[in-house]
């Protein structure tokens, strides 16, 4: 079995990050673990955001984009399979789509048992420096 992507994204975030990359160069995300705003997806331009031996890679969603988590909320969603997705509304002030009228949000889904045994065969994710 492949292993499952822990983190995905639709094609209407998929285009906002195209978007948001022709503005502001490369960029990445970090999943927030209640600060500012929620718990919300919060996207910078890459290395504006220092990740830590605390953060967790899920993965990279269009094309090269890091997602991050924070380890504690990763201990919560080690389970889940996490989409990133956009909505109309004010997104938080320090993410770049704010301005946009638009806001990264995520939905999950719980994995499979299948999924979940070949995650954790897996061994842990990688975590930032």
């Given amino acids: ?16 990050i195209a978007r948001l ?7 990445m995300f970090h999943q927030s673990g209640g600060c500012c705003d929620g718990s919300a997806p919060m996207c ?5 955001f220092r990740v830590g031996g605390q953060d967790v890679l899920l993965g990279h969603i269009a094309g090269d984009v890091p ?3 924070g380890a504690a909320q ?7 399979q996490v989409t ?19 806001r990264f949000i995520v939905r999950s889904r719980v994995f ?6 070949a995650l954790e065969a897996a061994g842990e994710p990688l975590r930032g420096a």
């Fill in 1 to 16: 079995m492949d292993l499952p992507s822990r983190i995905l994204a639709t094609p209407e975030a998929e285009a906002l």
């Fill in 21 to 27: 990359t022709m503005r502001h160069g490369p960029l």
């Fill in 44 to 48: 910078f331009p890459r290395g504006e």
């Fill in 67 to 69: 997602v991050w988590i």
């Fill in 74 to 80: 990763f201990d919560y969603w080690r389970h889940t």
């Fill in 84 to 102: 990133v997705d956009v909505v109309p509304g004010r997104g938080a002030g320090m993410s770049l789509e704010s301005p946009e009228g638009m």
């Fill in 112 to 117: 499979t048992d299948e999924e979940n045994a």
